[in-house]
């Protein structure tokens, strides 16, 4: 069964591992969107929605913003 405090626990221990992972994550994420924009631009056809494209960029920016409030 799920125990969240021992995994809660795990992500302590290891907390950079963990941070570097998701950062740079987060900068391939970044890259790939402004790629398929920039794709998109250029064939004047959208793969994704922009909506969904700058919707999924506010939310992860959100996370990122409030750290201390998820994490602290």
Do not use: K
Not at 48 to 58: E, K, V
Request: aromatic share 22%.
């Amino acid at each position: 069964m799920y125990q969240p405090n021992e995994l809660l626990s795990l992500i302590d221990t290891h907390m950079w591992a963990v941070l570097l992972t998701f950062g740079v994550d987060s900068i391939f994420q970044v890259w790939w969107l402004a790629s398929a924009v920039a794709v998109a631009r250029r064939d004047q056809a959208y793969s994704i929605p922009l909506f969904c494209t700058y919707f999924w960029f506010a939310h992860d920016f959100s996370v990122i913003l409030r750290f201390e409030d998820w994490f602290v």
